[in-house]
């Protein structure tokens, strides 16, 4: 069965300044699965995370070419609506980075630039959200309480939470959970788990273990270059790269 | 031994300099509060002065030096606020943006009487607004508000790049994630170093004395196109140009407290407010 793709770069390459960042990554990234990012420090699997969603724009002198398409829509030009591209494409950030402002208004945020006016409708959304970030119940009789008093896993899942509440269709994950506990850890790779048959997750993780655990696909990058794109199993079980599998088994990294 | 027999005399000797600064600030203080509380009262505060300031008392010389800060403020703060911004937000970050950078941190060095002949030049004669009030705010305003802009660029910097961040990410708009996610946070600091640097020039005179300082002027102004008095010249005034300069010790010495209690009064403010918006603000 031929799977639905949602993202699809074909021979994208990055640049910051006069420093190549990925070379001629060509991959298609299938829709509501969980897709991991591996390798070591300085492959470019952020930057290649964050092509998908601009954000590289806001460093100066970066640049790419080829082509990436969302739904078959080329998302690398420069008149390209980025307000609209966010919207779509969510993502949450290493280290958890909630406003220094009320649990409330920091789900409340997304929507409300986004034109949310109704006080009933935003509320609404706004259980929804944290509900589906699985933070609710533990917050639902505090939400007038500053974000940052919460422990570093529920700020974490507040940022999920405030990602998913301007309703995306993919969420990026840039190691988000490598700032936390054992037990948060957890808590975050359950739900990507229930989360997933609903978004297309991007993960880039330093983890193995995590990767194994919570990917259906795995790509590994190596100084830049796409090296192995293909089922977590088979990435992990037998790689067909020997570089893949020196990685995978801690050779190097 | 030696090794800690010299730290010990070094620390001795930056202990001794630490206290001589204190000891020479606390001394200028103490002259000036114990000499000027008796030249102090409700009469010397609310009445003009008579004789030239031989008797009577300040109060069109406070209300001029409290009208140009406020003066002063309203045209620095906004202006320093939106350079800031711009050169911190939005200008593209290069050797141009460098360069303009490093001229505004050297005009804040440039000496305070050439900004006053600059006002004099620029907007007592050319723009014709004679010495008013208008033209000293103006000159305070130019002579501020590179403090002003260094302090908001610092102000500006401290924020997080990732509130920046998280804020673009989920689609807002540069605009949106400086007005809701950078600026509440670094209002607080713009405010104080604003306040701080006006406080600072609430005490200079060369400026004022050549755009807007009447020397004896015992009325209060009406519009920002009338001269005031101010303190600091009016202080100049009674403690060097006045006919009877060492029998009016009691007028000096009042005035000098009068001053410096309106200046660590401006001081005061922007820490309370400061620490007010700290609480509400807090992310570290």
Redesign the interface.
């Known amino acids: 069965m031929a799977k639905e793709l949602k993202i699809i770069t074909d021979d994208l390459n990055f640049y910051y300044g006069e420093k190549q960042a990925l070379f001629n990554i060509s991959i298609e990234l299938p829709a509501k699965e969980v897709t991991a990012l591996i390798g070591p420090s300085g492959c470019g699997k952020s930057t290649f995370l964050r092509v998908l969603n601009r954000m590289n724009d806001i460093i100066d002198g970066t640049r790419s070419t080829g082509v990436v398409t969302i739904d078959g829509e080329d998302i690398t030009g420069k008149d390209i609506d980025l307000v609209a591209l966010r919207k779509r494409v969510g993502m949450v950030f290493q280290k958890s980075n909630p406003f220094p402002k009320s649990i409330f208004e920091n789900i409340a945020y997304g929507p409300k630039i986004h034109g949310m006016t109704d006080k009933e409708e935003l509320s609404a959304l706004v259980e929804k959200s944290l509900t589906q970030a699985a933070l609710w119940d533990e917050v639902k009789d505090r939400l007038g309480d500053k974000a940052l008093n919460l422990s570093g896993g529920q700020q974490q899942r507040l940022c999920i939470a405030r990602a998913l509440a301007v309703e995306p269709e993919i969420l990026l994950m840039d190691e988000p959970a490598s700032a936390l506990d054992p037990k948060a850890t957890t808590r975050i790779e359950n739900l990507i788990g229930e989360l997933k048959g609903e978004y297309t997750i991007i993960i880039v993780t330093h983890n193995m273990q995590q990767a194994a655990r919570v990917s259906d696909n795995t790509a590994f990058f190596y100084e830049g270059r796409l090296i192995e794109f293909g089922l977590t199993k088979g990435i992990f079980t037998k790689p067909a790269n020997k570089r893949t599998e020196d990685y995978v088994t801690g050779r190097f990294g | 031994m030696k090794k800690l027999f010299t730290e010990r005399v070094g620390i001795f000797f930056m202990r001794a300099t630490t206290y001589l600064v204190v000891a020479v600030i606390g001394w200028i203080l103490l002259d000036i509060i114990i000499k000027g509380i008796p030249g102090l009262s409700w009469e010397f505060l609310s009445t003009a002065p008579r004789r030239s300031g031989a008797e009577g008392g300040i109060l069109p010389a406070i209300v001029g030096t409290v009208y140009l800060l406020l003066g002063t403020l309203i045209i620095a703060l906004p202006l320093g606020i939106a350079s800031a911004i711009y050169l911190s937000e939005y200008a593209?970050?290069?050797r141009f943006t460098n360069y303009v950078k490093r001229g505004i941190i050297t005009l804040a060095g440039v000496p305070s009487i050439v900004f006053g002949l600059f006002g004099l030049g620029l907007f007592v004669i050319y723009l014709n607004f004679g010495a008013s009030i208008l033209s000293g705010s103006l000159t305070l305003a130019c002579m501020t508000l590179p403090t002003i802009i260094v302090a908001s660029e610092e102000a500006l910097k401290a924020v997080?790049r990732?509130?920046?961040?998280?804020?673009?990410?989920?689609?807002?708009?540069k605009w949106?994630t400086i007005k809701?996610?950078v600026l509440p946070?670094s209002v607080p600091g713009m405010i104080t170093g604003s306040i701080l640097a006006i406080g600072r020039a609430a005490g200079e005179t060369a400026p004022i004395l050549l755009t807007v300082a009447a020397f004896y002027l015992p009325r209060l102004p009406s519009s920002v196109y009338d001269q005031v008095m101010v303190l600091p010249y009016h202080l100049y005034i009674l403690a060097t140009q006045h006919p009877e300069a060492a029998l009016i010790r009691d007028k000096q010495y009042g005035t000098a407290l009068v001053l410096l209690l309106i200046v660590l009064g401006f001081n005061l403010i922007a820490v309370l407010y400061r620490r007010r918006f700290r609480k509400k603000?807090?992310?570290n």
């Open positions: 593209q970050q290069g997080p990732s509130f920046r961040e998280a804020s673009l990410a989920l689609g807002a708009t949106e809701y996610n946070y603000y807090q992310w």
